[in-house]
């Protein structure tokens, strides 16, 4: 009975010989670092739509995540009806030019001039629905990558709606809410560490902002603060990945 008390006894000493130091650790830490988990990857976004068109979408090139280059293609707009617009202008325009030759040249009467002028009208009206039929191809107007994509085959745009949102990586920063009552350990230009908990990958920034006087200065009624920081590096940082911020008290 006395052996077994003294094994209990034994191990609760070596429980606690550990156990301290790392409860102390813990208190050292939590009381000399500030800890915020609600942070995330955001940066500069564009939204692209179409340009002056509508219609259904036919095809996507594009997917959140991939890189793409400016004047890389995005979407297509089904063009049936574009193209058979250029296809019956371009069809009357030969028709007139044609029958235009059958006059003399040295001819100046009405009839000639008429059609001549005629003829450069149907001419700009050519040019203007091959470039409503290029618009129906959706391309990047920038060198990024693609944070989100709205829309899919078979959905139907207007120029208003927005088909995928871009971004350029060197843009990425870092967005936090803190507790109000945390901001007084926080100023702008201080130095934290970041963390990325999808790809753990880890760099240091720089608080850029506190609050948002563009948008709100508190959210949460007045309970939350939008922190801005910038990323030293952004490799291993994704677009909307959650981050953890350390800073030092």
């Known amino acids: 009975m006395n052996k077994k008390l003294d094994f209990f006894l034994i191990l609760a000493s070596i429980i606690a010989i550990v156990s301290v130091p790392l409860f102390y650790r813990g208190v050292y830490r939590k009381f000399k670092e500030l800890t915020i988990r609600r942070a995330f990857v955001s940066a500069e976004v564009i939204g692209v739509s179409p340009s002056y068109v509508s219609g259904m979408v036919v095809k996507m090139y594009v997917r959140r995540g991939d890189t793409v280059k400016k004047g890389q293609m995005i979407a297509l707009i089904d063009d049936t009806l574009y193209k058979a617009e250029v296809d019956k202008k371009l069809s009357r325009l030969n028709s007139m030019s044609f029958e235009l030759k ?10 000639y001039m008429s059609l001549k002028n005629e003829i450069d009208v149907l001419k700009k009206d050519v040019k203007l629905s091959q470039l409503m039929l290029s618009y129906t191809r ?11 994509d709205v829309v899919h085959v078979g959905d139907s745009v207007s120029p ?3 088909i995928a949102y871009l971004y350029k990586p060197k843009t990425l920063y870092v967005k936090a809410f803190v507790d109000v009552d945390d901001t007084e350990y926080l100023r702008v230009g201080q130095i934290v560490k970041l963390r990325d908990i999808a790809t753990k990958a880890e760099t240091l920034g720089k608080i850029e902002k506190l609050g948002d006087i563009d948008v709100f200065s508190v959210c949460n009624n007045g309970d939350v603060l939008p922190v801005e920081i910038s990323l030293k590096s952004n490799k291993g940082f994704n677009f909307s990945d959650p981050v953890v911020v350390i800073v030092k008290k």
Request: aromatic share 8%; glycine share 8%.
């Open 160 to 162: 208003s709606t927005v």
């Open 138 to 148: 959706v391309v990047s107007p920038i060198d990024g990558v693609v944070a989100k």
């Open 102 to 111: 059958r006059f003399d040249n040295n001819t100046n009467g009405y009839a």
